[in-house]
């Protein structure tokens, strides 16, 4: 029988130590599934365990080593350098191949990974890394195409609780020797304000059973209000410098994209409420204004750009109104992404095509010896015309026909669509 000192948080000492123990992210450890398998049959290849605090990570790290009959070395990438790795890698070859768990994988330098790849590679090192930060930014390609990664996702509201339960029953592991009388709102705290982290929510356990005297039954109330000072405020589920910075940048703008301006606004709420730089996001608003926005409604991107301004005179907190007022408009305007369509698609002629030679008559004709070599010869200029237009041929000869903006029909560019519509027939009728 293992033995657990009191010394250690409840949330290490409830550490499920088999899958049979294990709660939640049922979508890659139910019985049919490939990780289930790999680790029930110990043979578990090097893996990348992805995804937010307090979900069973390092946890699942443990039951792999325990079921594979391996050495396991742990190390955290934050303070473990190559010489750790190296070391690692000398035991292997002397005692036969080892399980490596980086914790943090993502805090690895590029040197430090160069480093561990050739011996993920001789096989003398089978990884298990775990990481809060997304991979595919934060580990090199190499080292990422030779680990399977799976995703763990936030715990649901019965993982908690049942993890919870479990640590008020266990007498040897958790909080069984105590007589707990958990109220029913104070279990909802515990349960919504951890976020889907087992993590915060047995420490906020912990910390209320030990700091909560018993009643004159010895029983400890464990009450809405001893919830609230343990947990007191929901963690906010934000890191700045992390991919989940731009996982909420990019509902903002799928939010203003999608004309929804209550969800915009709550995701601006969110970055508003993390600390975010205003300026990163009023730089992405005024992306939006051009990239969704667009010909729909031409005023957008002013109004964008008179946000980013403001924000940066006035800043916090009174920028949050201004970068409001903004989402709230943007969200509400039409949605026209031709712009961005017509950009890409003619960036995409120029770099994959041979478009051909300007026209030589569109071709600067005012430098000495230009007129020799016909260039601007039989231009026509369009203000000599009725109505500012001439029949002319701008594409190279090899793009004739092409066109790369169409319009729609939503805001100001019905009229934009009705003019270039005219012009178009007008050219193939002349």
């Known amino acids: 029988m293992l033995f657990y000192p009191d010394h ?20 890659i450890l139910e019985e049919n599934k490939l990780l289930y398998r790999a680790i029930k049959a110990g043979r ?16 699942l790290a443990e039951i792999v080593a325990h079921s594979s009959q391996r050495s396991f070395e742990r190390l955290n990438a934050v303070t473990c350098g190559v010489k750790d790795i190296r070391q690692a890698a000398d035991k292997a070859q002397r005692t036969g191949p080892v399980i490596l768990f980086l914790d943090e994988i993502h805090h690895l330098n590029k040197s430090q990974q160069d480093a561990l790849l050739p011996f993920v590679e001789q096989g003398l090192i089978t990884l298990i890394g775990s990481t809060t930060e997304n991979p595919f930014f934060e580990v090199n390609n190499a080292l990422r195409s030779r680990s399977t990664l799976f995703q763990f996702y936030p715990l649901t509201p019965d993982d908690i609780k049942k993890i919870l339960h479990n640590a008020l029953r266990d007498e040897s592991r958790g909080l069984g020797k105590y007589k707990v009388n958990l109220h029913d709102d104070a279990l909802e705290h515990l349960v919504q304000a951890s976020g889907g982290d087992a993590r915060t929510a047995l420490n906020a356990l912990e910390l209320g059973v030990l700091t909560t005297e018993p009643d004159a039954q010895g029983i400890i109330q464990f009450e809405l209000k001893v919830a609230e000072e343990c947990l007191q405020q929901q963690m906010l589920k934000y890191d700045k410098s992390g991919d989940n910075h731009y996982d909420v940048a990019s509902a903002l703008i799928k939010s203003i994209r999608g004309s929804d301006p209550d969800a915009a606004l709550h995701y601006l709420a969110r970055m508003l409420a993390a600390g975010e730089d205003v300026k990163f996001i009023a730089r992405r608003l005024v992306i939006s204004a051009s990239e969704d926005v667009g010909l729909a409604q031409p005023q957008a991107l002013p109004v964008a750009m008179a946000g980013a301004q403001a924000v940066q005179f006035i800043g916090m907190p009174e920028a949050r109104i201004i970068l409001s007022e903004v989402v709230i408009y943007l969200a509400l305007c039409p949605k026209s992404n031709s712009a961005y369509r017509a950009i890409d698609e003619a960036l995409a002629d120029v770099r994959k095509k041979d ?14 010896g230009a007129k020799e070599l016909g260039h601007g ?3 026509k200029y369009a203000h000599d015309y009725p109505g500012a ?16 903006y169409r319009p729609n029909d939503r805001g100001v560019e019905r009229k934009m669509k009705e003019k270039i519509i005219q012009l178009r027939k007008l050219s193939k009728e002349t």
């Not at 949330?11 to 979508?27: D, K, S, T, Y």
């Not at 365990?49 to 390092?58: N, V």
């Not at 300007?358 to 000495?368: F, I, N, T």
């Open 8 to 27: 250690l948080p409840l949330a290490a000492r409830m550490r499920p130590r088999c899958l049979e123990e294990f709660v939640g992210q049922e979508h």
């Open 44 to 59: 578990l290849g090097s893996a990348i365990f992805y995804g937010p605090p307090g979900t069973g990570k390092t946890a």
């Open 355 to 368: 478009c051909g030679n300007v026209p030589v008559h569109l071709r600067d004709a005012h430098y000495k």
């Open 377 to 379: 010869l039989g231009y």
């Open 389 to 404: 237009w001439v029949l002319q041929q701008y594409l190279p000869d090899k793009l004739v026909g092409t066109e790369y």
